[in-house]
């Protein structure tokens, strides 16, 4: 599944249902892989970290006037990317699917400027709320399921 962060990039037309259907769509898909690997792989608090380093980067661009965001955001760009390594290394060790991995890069593939990342920052945070639910909901089947 891959996602795409526009409906009309030209327009600056954001798919009405990116951050609700799509965002539930792909947070089922990627909590899937937790149900596969029983609680291994895609852990909520894993899947967080990387979370918090967007928000840490979409941090420091808000802290600056709005005239000094946009060199700012190139210089962080490199290191926004190289979050693809980072869930390379986590998928390596077995903390997240390929789907989540998929997923982060896929996204990243698309940010070429702040307008693009602020819509993945979005996403990424209706991902994260539709999945904690998934990871509520679903205890009770994991923990029958033989779990840990």
């Known amino acids: 599944m891959e996602i795409k962060l526009w409906m009309d990039e030209n327009k600056q ?3 009405p249902n990116l ?7 792909f947070a089922a898909e990627i909590f899937d892989g937790q149900i596969r690997t029983r609680g291994k792989a ?35 760009l490199p290191y926004l990317k190289m979050l693809n390594a980072k869930t390379a290394y986590a998928m390596a060790r077995d903390l997240v699917t390929k789907e989540f ?19 993945f ?13 998934y990871d509520e909901k679903k205890q ?7 779990r840990q």
């Open 13 to 15: 037309k954001i798919d």
């Open 19 to 25: 951050f609700s259907e799509k965002a539930d769509k």
């Open 42 to 76: 895609n852990k909520p608090t894993q899947l967080r970290k990387f979370y918090e380093e967007v928000l840490r980067f979409d941090a420091m661009l808000k802290e600056l006037p709005k005239e000094e965001q946009k060199a700012k955001f190139e210089a962080l």
């Open 101 to 119: 991995k998929d997923f982060i890069t896929n996204s990243l593939k698309q940010i070429n400027d702040i307008s693009d990342f602020r819509i």
């Open 121 to 133: 920052v979005n996403f990424f945070e209706a991902f994260m709320g539709f999945y904690r639910y």
């Open 140 to 146: 009770p089947e994991r923990e029958r399921g033989g």
